[in-house]
């Protein structure tokens, strides 16, 4: 974990950190879990579009390989994490400058292959042995929500495969090797035509809350705050909704 | 300043190692090295480095003999195919393996249909994404031995009446003899810290498809103390295998 | 109806080398095939045993075509039967002695047990016996030869081949071992090629020579012919190699109608004798001093070398000299000239010669 600090802190060297406190000029670095990747490349276009001054750089990660690099000492202005675990850890670690906020909220959804060459319809379908199907390894936020998933609706699944991260477990349900994986709504979303994605009841589907918030040793406080308060903001929010989360 | 040199080159190993060293729960360390999680990714890693050597062999140094002394057509262009392997990142290699022969794959396809057998996601993908990254090794171990050392011994053996098997049987492999043990040391060693191909490949599931390198992995986000004890468990395996060997690995470099 | 070996080489081996030779060999015979490196001699002893194909030509053993390229005949080394001892003796180095004398035995599937026997009875005849278990790098470079020697004996061959078997041996040892090689050859009944570029090791090993230049054989025949008569510049250098056959005893030694005093008072019986050009003293007038070994003699030919000269001188002895051309005109040597050429007792070489 520290090695991927190591290489976030180069990188970032390497795009030139300058800017001092008081001013929202300068570099600006979000690290933000995978899934927001689409939302968050869209949020920084705008952001930056009103806020010429400031360059925002993304870093995008598993949420507790981020926690891991804030850990390290990875210089990081911004962190949105896909669940309120890993921020809570990092809060407990003294690393927040004030209180996370609630800013998206993701729920999952089942993928399966465009054509759906095995016929999923819904939950059980994971407890077939016969079915390739994939879930993210446990300990990754959609891992975790997608087995509270599955408990909620009573399902044993038949896994053959926990993937270490979501891209990896989506990318093998739209190459077909995989008939089924549990992702976020804005995974599905975001894969266009490249899977079919079909709904879990709300019922036993997952709140995923999303929080962000502003790192103590952020070296660029004030753009941080706008930054935030972007995110929170109406435009903020249409450009989430666009990209299948809820807002709170 | 040579010492001064050494030194430092010789830091890079150490010190990431007493960094890990200095990590481990040693007090629980009994207990981790035997849950199921540690004892199937031991298995599973064992049973994939083994098979990857043993097939890298029986199909690499006929390979690499045909590399060596025959002259044929695109020969150069097959030496770069087969050392491929060796400067693609795993996950690409992993990635065109899966669009080769997985369920949907090229060949893989063709194969589910007639057989109903997938290689994905079974030992079998392991194995294969295991072997595909380390038999360069030995071919290019092997291939190296055969160019550089004197042909003229087999001439001289077949003047003595023996036929071409026979050569290749007592005079040709007992004086590669040496660069083949490493050779195999080398892939063995390639085979057990593989990860990028495999997790692509094969993906990830206990007592099925994670071995050590995958398990240390996805240990890092849920249970970190049983991924350093995995990763404790893999530099000793390593080290007993280098230490056993050390005389003849020294011998034939 | 040919035994023994017959040979029409005729190949291309490179852009400067063609080889062109003619050669038979009856059983028991020595050829010694006499040459400067680069001839083409190693790689006649290559084509001869199978590793190699020619062009053209024919080439049979003991009545057996082996290689034929206008009918397509062509006979694997295995299958020969032709032993070579190796100019570097190529012994495997990953096996015992006695192993490598084996080989050629497993090779014919003979068990191991018997095999072994062999090997071990043939160690004892070239002198190792007790040594079965070295390995080829504990040897020294005659015991390696030895060993050679052994292995390409042991299957029984139909003809043999050496490549140079001296010269990777020091000069102190070289003696005492073409002793030995002489002896072997001479046990052996197929026909025999020896591969040499020292006159020495022809002379005294080869039933007949033949002088290889170039890929062609240019003379061939026994000493006296080659010394007498040279053809070409390097067989006049072998001949100026003053080589005689000659009979010693009681520290004297006869070549032909002259008599020499040497410094060995122990050797008898035929001998080769050999005076370096350089070590031959010419005098106008006779010889004060201690010289025993001068007479009077007269310049038959000579040959100018850049700043210095050869001169052969006649009867009794005809002899090869070397001086300056300076020293020549000072004497006013040339052809026809009386001189007297003085040799001490030391600088003549003396070796028992078996084939004189």
Known sequence: MSKAALLLWFTLLAAGCSGGSGATEGTLIVSAAASLTDAFMEMETEFESTHTDVNVILNFAASSTIREQIFEGAPVDVFASADPANMDRVAQAGELDGDPTIFAINRMEIAVPPDNPAGITGLTDFGRG???????????PCGDHARRVLDNAGVTPDTDTNEPDVRALLAKIQLGELDAGIVYRT??????????????PDAVNVDARYPIAILANASNREGAESFVDFVVSEAGRSILTRHGFSTP | MLIVLAAIGLAF?????????????????????????ALDALRLSVIASLSATLISLVVGVPLAYALARVEFPGRGLVRGLVLLPLVLPPVVGGAALLFALGRRGLFGEPLYEATGLVL???????????????MPFLVITVEGALRSMDTRFEGAATTLGAGRWSVL?????????????????????????????????????????????????????????????MSLLMVLVALVVLIVLRDRWWRAL | MTNGLTARIVMRRSERLSLDIDLTIQPGETLALLGPNGAGKTTIVNVLAGLLPIDSGHISVDDVVVDEPSSGTFVDAEDRDIGVVFQDYLL????????NVAFGLRSKGVSRQEAHAVGTVWLGRVGLAGFEALRPHELSGGQAQRVALARALATGPRALLLDEPLAALDVTV????????????????GPKLLITHDPTDAFLLGDRIAIVEGGAITQAGDTDELRLRPLTPYAADLAGANLY???????????????????DEGIEGPVLVTIAPAAVAVHKHPPGGSPRNAWQTVVERFEPLGSRVRLLTGAPLPITVELTEDARTEMGLDQGSSIWVAVKATEITVEPNANG
């Open chain 1, 130 to 140: 016969e079915l390739l199907v994939g879930l993210c390894a446990e300990g990754v």
């Open chain 1, 187 to 200: 995974d599905v979303a975001a894969a266009d035509d490249t899977v079919l994605g079909i709904a879990i």
């Open chain 2, 13 to 37: 190993f150490v010190v990431p190692l007493v960094g890990l060293v200095g990590e481990v729960p040693w007090s629980e360390l009994p207990v981790l090295l035997t849950s199921e999680v």
């Open chain 2, 120 to 134: 994905p996601f079974s030992i079998w993908g392991v194995i294969i994404a295991t072997t595909f990254v380390s």
């Open chain 2, 169 to 229: 049987k007592r005079v040709t492999l007992p004086l590669i003899g040496p660069s083949l043990v490493s050779g195999l040391i080398l892939t063995w060693a390639r085979a057990f810290g593989e990860f990028g191909a495999t997790v692509t490949f094969a993906g990830s599931l206990q007592g099925s498809t994670q071995t050590l390198p995958l398990a240390v992995f996805i240990g890092l986000e849920a249970n970190r103390d049983l991924a350093i004890a």
């Open chain 3, 92 to 99: 495997f180095p990953h096996l015992t002695i006695v192993d």
């Open chain 3, 174 to 189: 070289r003696g005492e071992l073409r002793h030995l090689l002489r002896s072997h050859l001479a046990e052996f009944e």
């Open chain 3, 245 to 263: 056959s000659g009979v010693a005893a009681h520290g004297r030694v006869e070549i032909g109608r002259h008599s020499l005093q040497v410094a």
